[in-house]
């Protein structure tokens, strides 16, 4: 018997984790673990908006609200991406230096 928490979920997840593997092209030396830490850091960025049901959330979203969403989760990607980029360019200066 289903309790009905199974269909809750955060919206933003999976719109990030798409929009991870489409953007990783861009990021050719990351890793599978490095894009993780993109989205994580991405999703900590996002306000939690649990739903049941994604339709649930975009049929009483304004156009200003929906519009608001796609910039917010542009910016939280944009973010994650630069901030691991940053973190491998001073481990990778780091080690170069070590040795």
Known sequence: MSNGFEQVHNYYERLVFEDVVRLSSRYPAFTMDMLA????IALNRLPAR???????LLFYLTEQERRAIEH??????RHGFEF????RARHDAASDSAR
């Open 37 to 40: 830490d993109v989205a994580c």
């Open 50 to 56: 649990y739903v049941r049901h994604d339709v649930d």
């Open 72 to 77: 917010n989760l542009a910016e939280a990607l």
């Open 84 to 87: 691991v980029a940053e973190r």
